[in-house]
């Protein structure tokens, strides 16, 4: 299965245009490669980085009832750019969240990519492989409400535009733009609770000329720390 959100367009994506795709969770119907060279000179309040060697990964789909439904659990993403909290949300998603949590912990995000930036729109990552296309080697479901709205600071995982409305593999978006426009389909699974200003600085890295969201600078997720309370 492959995990990469549809961005048909720069054009479309800000006229609120469907995400999803037929092959990879990305653009058109070809694999577009997201590693990136390292920049001459990092970008304004970014740290020069390498791009991580990419590969495969595959996680352990967790139990039902894996996470406490009493605390809350966040997930705070070291980057070059900057640091990130994403605060889960149990009840929308319970399924994805405790994905997440599970791949997390056991380091499956640590030393990948935002492998695909499209400004004013997504930041997207959770591809070991870089491609748009890598998997944990399972899915959850969390169906999203019809009236669901991903606006900025919400997170939601990537699918393919043949899979149920809220599959989710490990790869998830970060809306950088006001309202993606979106249709619901996508697992609303948190939303950013801290450090906003670093998702907004990664999201100035992609090539606006890019249908597919090539990043302009190399953005390395270091690691993803779990917190609960």
Do not use: W
């Not at 990305?26 to 590969?55: F, I, L, Y």
């Not at 994403?86 to 599970?102: M, Y």
């Not at 950088?176 to 939303?191: F, I, R, S």
Request: net charge negative.
């Amino acid at each position: 299965m492959r995990r990469a959100l549809l961005i048909v367009s720069i054009c479309l994506a800000a006229a609120a245009g469907g995400c999803g795709d037929d092959d990879e969770k990305t653009g058109d119907s070809g694999t577009t490669p997201a590693t990136t060279q390292a920049q001459p000179q990092a970008p304004e309040g970014c740290r020069q980085a390498e791009a991580p060697p990419t590969e495969e990964r595959k996680g352990k789909k967790p139990k039902k009832g894996a996470l406490d439904e009493a605390k809350t659990y966040r997930l705070k993403f070291a980057t070059n750019c900057g640091e990130f909290t994403i605060e889960l949300d149990q009840e929308a998603a319970p399924n994805a969240a405790a994905s997440l949590v599970g791949l997390a912990r056991g380091k499956y995000f640590d030393n990948t990519l935002f492998h695909r930036i499209v400004p004013g729109f997504v930041i997207q990552g959770g591809d070991p492989t870089a491609t748009g296309s890598g998997d944990p080697g399972y899915s959850t479901e969390d169906k999203p409400p019809s009236d669901a709205r991903y606006t900025k600071g919400a997170v939601a995982m990537a699918k393919t535009e043949q899979e149920p409305p809220g599959t989710a593999g490990s790869q998830f978006f970060v809306v950088v733009g006001d309202d993606a426009g979106l249709p619901p389909d996508y697992a609303l699974v948190g939303k950013v609770t801290g450090g906003m200003e670093a998702a907004d600085r990664i999201g100035r890295l992609g090539d606006p000329n890019s249908p597919q969201g090539q990043p302009t600078a190399t953005v390395v997720i270091q690691s993803v720390t779990v917190e609960e309370s």
